[in-house]
């Protein structure tokens, strides 16, 4: 199962193609929007998030409700693209004030210079528009359509913040449904009450200042069984490749698996988790620290994971940077932009997982309809039973 994605931030529509997802799964399409007006929300973002209500809809690969094993095309127009006919022509450049105007002044923090060298492009709008978070847009819509595929497995995902800047959160112990529920209901993600006060007092601080903050957000998947990824090759360990994923949604630096960090600074006996057995609950850890993962394979427990945001790049009291055509320094003019987008990164993490999840449970109980995943799925439960 693999998908790939195009289309600019202010380009007519973005695109994605799902390939080698399975036949009979019931498409719930408010669920599948549902997340990705998650992805917009949040304190501390910009006026673009208002401008765009993003709505996914299912071009091929569908139909009458159900996926037919074809791929799966999805599509999102982008409201805003009236604005943006001259400057984003496809077919010839306008001749036109905004038709000829260039990015000649690269932004630190992105992918504006080394994408201009590498692809030789003097304008740099033609890297700063597929380098955007609107693309995480399509990576939602695609997590969204996985977790339809878990959901018919009982596999959950939730995500909340653990810091924005220098304000932590409380890790919360609650069932996944009620932390979903609080999460949805706070402007920054969090349960903690006191927490979710100073975190949004920090971001109005920070855009106050013309500056910006990053932060931490944390990913649980309950339900996954047993055996997902494998030990036995490098780029088969899900971990890793949860990891990687993490690490290539925009502005993310880091990520942990479990206590991650944690774990170099404390002794063995208090980082790994002890097995136990009881009839009921068959092999089980009484603790987490691992996160779910064991020699790259789940062990049964939730799988745990946390993703380091830096804070947002364009910032109202720019940095220097030098103009491509006179080699001369300039400080960016003020520009429109996110103060903080770590709940909305949050939501972007969460999919990305899911479908990563998606994927190892496509490799282990792989099948080109649900009933045919469903008996794979069953009959390994029964043989992981009587071990
Ligand atoms: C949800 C989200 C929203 C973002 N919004 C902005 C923004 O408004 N302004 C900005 O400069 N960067 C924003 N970024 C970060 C940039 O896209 C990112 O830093 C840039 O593409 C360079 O990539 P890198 O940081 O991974 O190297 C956002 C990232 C995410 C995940």
């Known amino acids: 199962m693999r998908y790939l994605t195009a289309g600019e931030t202010h380009g007519p529509q973005l695109t994605a193609i799902i390939e080698g997802f399975p036949s009979n799964i019931t498409i ?157 209901e706070s402007p920054v993600r969090v349960v903690d009450a006191e927490a979710e006060a100073a975190m949004v007092a920090a971001i109005d601080a920070a855009k106050a200042d013309g500056d910006t903050l990053g932060g931490i957000v944390e990913v649980i998947v309950e339900g996954a069984p047993v055996g997902l990824g494998s030990h036995v090759q490098w780029d088969r360990k899900l971990d890793g490749r949860i990891a990687q994923a993490v690490l290539s949604i925009q502005a993310f630096k880091g990520c942990e698996i479990g206590i991650g960090f944690e774990a170099a600074k404390l002794r063995g006996s208090k980082v790994h988790d002890a097995i136990h057995f009881d009839e009921n609950s068959g092999f089980h850890r009484a603790t987490n620290r691992a996160g779910g993962f064991e020699g790259g394979m789940t062990t049964g427990e939730p799988i745990v994971v946390r993703g380091v945001m830096k804070p947002i790049s364009t910032l109202y009291k720019p940095l220097q940077s030098v103009d491509i055509d006179t080699k001369e320094p300039f400080t960016a003019q003020v520009e429109r932009s996110d103060t903080c987008a770590v709940p909305a990164a949050g939501v972007i993490m969460e999919n990305v997982v899911a479908w990563e999840v998606a994927q190892a449970f496509m490799e282990k109980f792989g099948g080109d309809s649900l009933e045919e995943i469903r008996r794979n799925y069953e009959s390994y439960l029964k043989q992981v039973e009587s071990y």
């Open 28 to 184: 719930d399409f408010e669920a599948m929007n549902h997340q990705l007006h998650r992805r917009q929300k949040g304190h501390g973002r910009g006026r673009r998030m208002q401008i765009e209500k993003d709505t996914a809809s299912i071009v091929g690969g569908v139909r009458h409700g159900r996926t037919t094993g074809a791929p799966i095309a999805l599509v999102v127009e982008n409201n805003d693209w009236k604005h943006w006919t001259s400057i984003m022509n496809i077919e010839e450049q306008p001749d036109t004030v905004e038709g000829k105007r260039r990015v000649n002044r690269p932004r630190p923090g992105h992918a504006d210079l080394s994408g201009g060298l590498k692809y030789n492009q003097r304008d740099l709008r033609n890297i700063l528009e597929r380098s955007s978070a609107r693309e995480t847009t399509m990576r939602v819509a695609c997590g969204a359509v996985a977790r339809q595929l878990l959901e018919e497995f009982g596999i959950k995902l939730a995500s909340h913040v653990v810091r924005i800047g220098e304000v932590e959160a409380k890790a919360p112990e609650l069932p996944i449904d009620e932390l979903i529920r609080i999460t949805e």
